[in-house]
């Protein structure tokens, strides 16, 4: 199945869940064949293109242009140099392309814990595991575990959670269910400045990028919409199955 705007935008409508035009959707979409500690879950990231000021300098269209992560012909972001060139061209055209129009990234992640926590997990009714639905302002710019050298989206509202309490090491959908404000249940990455192979220990029920500098592209795209949203952004997980063509 190909993720696409179109794909994810009707069957949120579909399932009666909120689709943003003013701020961007966050859609966790969980797939159906799980393989214990390895990242297949997709994190999209979906937004409505902002327009550029128009009495920009060169220089300060290649500063917006990288801080909404369009890229040069090379497919770097752009010297911010204040000189035109090919690589400032491309990323141009990029923006007239999509300007007023739906932008997705699409990112690699886990939305379920690793071995390692579904075998020890941190609470005595077990493993978290994220329960599919939409959580409205649930999130907020912030850092994991208070550690400033790790931004992420933190878990700061309500959710709902499956407790996995059987320790076989695959995380399943089902089971004693708890709702609350406080799991710690955060959208982050796994090994700073590279990219992890395995869930392993970076997940206790998180939702977690395999690659640290996807991680720090989406959290820098959310943050520009901190002020509007007043730090709150909503969290749709669905299952893949529940994506219908």
């Known amino acids: 199945m190909e993720i696409t705007i179109a794909l994810l935008k009707k069957n949120l409508k579909r399932l009666r869940y909120t689709w943003y035009t003013d701020r961007p959707n966050i859609i966790g979409i969980r797939t159906t064949i799980q393989v214990p ?30 801080k909404w992560k369009y890229l040069g012909k090379n497919g770097k972001p752009l010297a911010e140099d204040g000189i035109a060139g090919a690589n400032t061209d491309y990323a141009l055209a990029s923006y007239a392309a999509t300007v007023g129009k739906e932008r997705m990234k699409l990112y690699l992640v886990t939305t379920e814990p690793g071995v390692y926590y579904q075998k020890t997990p941190l609470n005595s009714a077990g493993c978290a595991i994220i329960k599919p639905g939409q959580y409205k302002d649930a999130y907020g710019s912030g850092y994991h575990q208070g550690k400033t050298d790790h931004r992420c989206l933190r878990q700061n509202g309500t959710i709902t959670v499956y407790r996995d309490n059987d320790k076989d090491g695959v995380a399943e959908n089902l089971g004693v269910e708890e709702t609350g404000n406080s799991f710690g249940c ?3 990455g796994a090994k700073k400045f590279t990219k992890t192979e395995q869930i392993g220990p970076w997940s206790a029920g998180c939702q977690v990028f395999a690659d640290w500098y ?9 943050d520009l919409y901190k002020t509007f949203t007043g730090n709150k952004f909503t969290y749709t997980l669905v299952r893949e199955g529940d994506l219908l063509a």
Not at 58 to 65: A, Y
């Open 214 to 222: 996807e991680k720090e592209e989406f959290v820098d795209l959310c």
């Open 37 to 66: 500690d390895v990242f297949n879950d997709f994190i999209a990231l979906i937004w409505t293109q902002q327009a550029m000021p128009s009495n920009y300098s060169l220089l300060n269209k290649q500063k917006w242009l990288n």
């Open 186 to 188: 955060n959208i982050h």
